[in-house]
DNA sequence: GGACGCTTTCAAAGCGTTTTGGAAAAATAT
DNA sequence: ATATTTTTCCAAAACGCTTTGAAAGCGTCC
């Protein structure tokens, strides 16, 4: 209603001290119910709302979180980086916090950082995609910034928050499952593996098949941005070739849906001829959620993580003392229409079935 | 470096006013070079930064720009969004500016416009989608809140600033393309249309038959949510009909992958007994842009879109006084390999071809 | 009837900037 | 040598809130 109507203002109109009207606003107990009540009436009625800046200046905390984001777009800006954002955007909004996104040039990223600390525009960071190579948590913790990092940082698992899905297991899993269906070429297109999640998977990968005394074929991996192209071509270059591979291992429905366009351009049935399994963020453009699946996955709600990373973040803030703490979750293997028996071919020496 | 210096520090480091290491440092002329030159040095020794808050308040400015995004994701919350954020974010940086983003439940959208306003914690901010019905304007107008559109408001085009792609006219050239090509039943995959820019797309895409003599057959029309499954399920649905359509027009890339899977399905190819136009967002993350792309399309960059929304918002806080202004941008269309003839079957009586 | 405790209120001092209104110093003009 | 302008700097007042430290009011206990 009323615009411009400040503390001061108020609190005239109210014959009080802008200590008491502060008082009875914030909810503090010294204050009688009765002149609460008054406050509380008056300041609705005059359209009071605290400057944001002035409080947060007096309190000294900026009521905000930082998500810096490099503007190149790598495996992160990404559809899936977005449904993470909103699920953390959700728990703010809850606490009272707001959302801070920077988008930089790669250069400045740690500028971006650095920024947010000396000029306290952020009481806090998510880091995203971390990095085999991964530093940003030295700096953060150089910083004085309180940080929760959205998957792992290898080798700082115990010092740091974090919050990751189990990428190991699930592409074991995955694998295994295929394995069990009597697939034993099995190609894997895999994220950058430059990043941890995609290093994960890989791993996850790899001990399936050397568990049953097999090793992947250096002509069926592949490492790349997951787009939709990257899944089909593949899908068609290997195909083509002499000793195709029965099965895919993807690592994003959208390169799982390339692939399963490159099948359909062989002439070849998704799920029969040859079987896909990806992993599945349950992105919500993208469901794969119906009686049946389409794809059998791999599934982690990418959004359930924003909102958990953004809670043990916030909780960090309100107590600095706290250990730093974790979320591993595990995704769930959801068999769809991709799937099938591995078909029966010039007889594969698949001899340690049991 | 050094942690936590502020200006009273400086100033006193240097034997100056707090008055004259501000100006300093904010390039105000009436301070002597050397001064200037000393100032600078020692607070980069002192890795001196302004803390943004006290700024803020003391300027009345927030330097920072809202976005507010209801919880429940429509057509909106979608990559397209993200992508859109990511150029915005580029030029807000540039500028100095932050991005704030608040994802909020459905019913306390605008609840967040009027806080923003109030408690002064953006200096402007960006409304996306556009509805046909829409209302934000002027609430934002009432609150005086500079603002741009990503998009058009019905009615309000000469008094609000906005940015927008020409939908009507892509989609009226892109169902021309097909015309051309011989196509009669044409399906049109729409996204919601009680959103402005599929409403647009729309009356586009009935011009061009109408201009023709023709008029669009209901069964082959949908309007929803732009996820794959969409294309998939209404390409199987129409195709398995009794007079189904030789070319789908679709509003996103993704429920065109989707289309196209449900032509593979159905044992058809595409470009070849069934063609496929798709409106192409540029998304980083599905490429259309090979040599020959695998959609025609019409194409137009959203994260330009983000960009320039941005330099239009921040030119109108600088000059509040400025007259509304909008950019009105047209979309490539582009060939690619999911159009062809119209296959010759029961040869419907194409007479008006030239 | 004074000391004590409890509740309720307040004046004033921050928080860390920018900005206003001068003033001292230096340069230029008369 | 004095008057006038220009350059360079400063002390203090915002900005709008929270918080500290103190005091007023009032009932109660010895």
Redesign the interface.
Known sequence: MA?GVNLKELSHRLNLSQTTVSRALNGYPEVSAETRRRVAEMADQL?Y??????R??ATGR?M?IGHV?P?S?HEM???I??EF??GA??T??KHGY????????DAYEEDAYR?IA????ADGVIVHGPANDERRHLLLKKL?LPFVVHGRIPGAETETSWIDMNNRRAFERATNLLLDLGHTRIALLNGLEHMDFAHRRRRGFEDALAARGLSPDPALLRSA?????YGCENALAMLGGDNPPTAFLVSSM?SA?GV??GI??MGLKTGKDVSIITHDDAL????NS?EVP?FTCTRSSVRYAGQKAAELLLAMITDPASEPASLHMDAELIIGQSTGPAPARESQNIAAEN
């Open positions: 615009k359209g709302a605290p400057n944001s800046q002035a947060r200046l900026s905000a984001i503007r777009i800006m990404n559809p980086f977005l954002i909103a955007g959700e703010y909004s707001d959302m801070m996104l920077s988008v930089v040039d920024q000396s000029r306290k525009k004085n941005d997951m787009t939709e192209p959208i849906i399963a366009r359909g351009q919500s453009f993208l469901p119906g389409i």
